[in-house]
């Protein structure tokens, strides 16, 4: 069994950067791909980023150039570091592991998921 923790959401204004952290424990952090999603008011999650065990990554379309995941096999810890922030990117950020590759994460297939962290960016 796999307990992740986001930590890092907050208040920020338009333009300006955050950088979201998970930890994973109980299980081998190395052995999973690891990949983020966002959940906004009255919308369904959508697949932000993933990242498997070699470091290779995947971006949806609306964060790419804005957004860089990247992942710690030692601190057991990935990361989504996010600049240029939009009114459009406030919502609920989750973490999640799959035993898979980052094709089915990306298709929302996770083992583990993270309770999530509030993202809230002003205009």
């Known amino acids: 069994q796999v307990q992740l923790g986001e930590s890092g959401g907050g208040l920020v204004q338009a333009g300006g950067s955050l950088r979201l952290s998970c930890a994973a424990s109980?299980?081998?952090?190395?052995?999973?791909?690891m990949g983020w999603f966002r959940q906004a008011p009255g919308k369904e999650r959508e697949f932000v980023a993933a990242?498997?065990?070699?470091?290779?990554?995947t971006l949806s379309e609306s964060v790419k150039g804005r957004f860089t995941i990247s992942r710690d096999n030692v601190k057991n810890t990935v990361y989504l570091q996010m600049t240029s922030l939009k009114p459009e990117d406030t919502a609920v950020y989750y973490c999640?592991?799959?035993?898979?590759?980052?094709?089915?994460?990306?298709?929302?297939?996770?083992?583990?998921w993270g309770q999530g962290t509030q993202v809230t960016v002003s205009s």
């Open positions: 999640a592991a799959s035993g898979g590759s980052r094709r089915r994460l990306e298709a929302g297939v996770g083992d583990y």
């Open positions: 109980g299980g081998t952090f190395s052995s999973y791909t």
């Open positions: 990242i498997n065990w070699t470091g290779g990554s």
